[in-house]
Nanobody, 117 residues
Framework: QVQLVESGGGLVQPGGSLTLSCEAS????????MGWYRQAPGKQRELVAS??????????NYADSAKGRFTISRDNAKNTVYLQMNSLKPEDTAVYYC????????WGRGTQVTISS
């Protein structure tokens, strides 16, 4: 059974930081491209950051809103992908979802991130 379990969300003041983690099980993590998406109330789910496998050279992409503030990384030994988020803004408030994609696509259940003073 494939599981992606996100953790690390919470309530943070503007300007603060959070690190999200997503631990995968039931898949060969090393061959999956991993991504972080988010969905704010009333909005569509959007890509925040993605990181490919090492198979053809690791490629990292960020949404414009995340560039310079967020960092995605992965630890294949721990089957975990991370999203370090700095300089958080109220507009970063959303449910953040982990995504694994190869031949199939899997999603986690999400973790709530709320940025508010």
């Amino acid at each position: 059974q494939v599981q992606l379990v996100e953790s690390g969300g919470g309530l943070v003041q503007p300007g603060g930081s959070l690190t999200l983690s997503c631990e995968a099980s039931g898949i060969d993590f090393s061959i999956y491209d991993m991504g972080w998406y988010r969905q704010a109330p009333g909005k569509q789910r959007e890509l925040v950051a993605s990181i490919t496998t090492n198979l053809i050279g690791r490629i990292i992409n960020y949404a414009d809103s995340a560039k310079g503030r967020f960092t995605i990384s992965r630890d294949n030994a721990k089957n975990t992908v991370y999203l370090q988020m700095n300089s958080l803004k109220p507009e970063d408030t959303a449910v953040y979802y982990c995504n694994a994609e190869n031949r199939y696509m899997y999603w986690g259940r999400g973790t709530q991130v709320t940025i508010s003073s």
